[in-house]
Every structure is written in structure tokens, then in C-alpha cells.
């Protein structure tokens, strides 16, 4: 299974981005996706997470209120949207697909991994 994340770029503080992730099977179909982000120095951590159908989501409170997570169970897609970025938003975003049904804040819960798309806030 192979993960495509594209969508990133170089915005400026306050702007928006749409991160999409499309994967080569529709596996992710009945899997949780999600979506980390690793900074230069720092570990990769958690942003946000959708259920197979959907229907739960979760996100780093870094995030909350400002990025939303949706998925097209058709496609083997899943979509990360950026709203009211900040210069701290900047990393590389991966996108991943769960080995469950149910996502989870925890990178070792996730089976497949995309190569990840530059996002660049400037102040």
C-alpha cells in the first residue's frame, strides 16, 4: 500500500491549506487514517484522526478549532484542511493508515506510512 500526501506549500500565518492523502488500495476504506506532522529537531507527533466511516474524529489540542479531517472512503482518501495556520504549523505532514478501525494518537497504531508534504508557515 502506497500513500500519497500532497497539498503543502509555503503560506503566510493566517492563511489556509488542504492536505490530501490518497492511497493506492482501498484499504484505507475500513481503516482509521491520520495525520502527523514532524518539525526540524523535534519527534513526529499527532495532529488529527478520522474512524473508517467517519463518524469519530480526533485532534491535537494544538489544532483544535482550526484543522478539520474528512475522508472519501471511495477514493482511499483522506483530507487534512488548515485553517488560521500558524508559524508553529510548520513540518512535514505525513498521512498514515491505521492497522484498526478505530484511530489513535499513537504513531505505532499505524501500518503505512505517505513520505510526507512540506508545509511552511511565515510570521
Known amino acids: 500500500v502506497q500513500l500519497q500526501a500532497s497539498g503543502g506549500g509555503l503560506v503566510q500565518a493566517g492563511d489556509s491549506l488542504r492536505l490530501s492523502c490518497v492511497s493506492s488500495k482501498r484499504t484505507s476504506s475500513n481503516n482509521a487514517m491520520g495525520w502527523f506532522r514532524q518539525a526540524p529537531g523535534k519527534e513526529r507527533e499527532f495532529v488529527a484522526t478520522i474512524s473508517w466511516n467517519g463518524g469519530i474524529t480526533s485532534f491535537a489540542d494544538s489544532v483544535k478549532g482550526r484543522f478539520s479531517i474528512s475522508k472519501d472512503r471511495a477514493k482511499g482518501a483522506v483530507y487534512l484542511q488548515m485553517n488560521s495556520l500558524k508559524p508553529e504549523d510548520t513540518a512535514v505532514y505525513y498521512c498514515?493508515?491505521?492497522?484498526?478501525?478505530?484511530?489513535?494518537?499513537?504513531?505505532?497504531?499505524?501500518?503505512?506510512w505517505g513520505r510526507g508534504t512540506q508545509v511552511t508557515v511565515s510570521s
Open positions: 498514515a493508515s491505521s492497522r484498526s478501525s478505530i484511530g489513535s494518537t499513537d504513531p505505532q497504531s499505524y501500518g503505512y
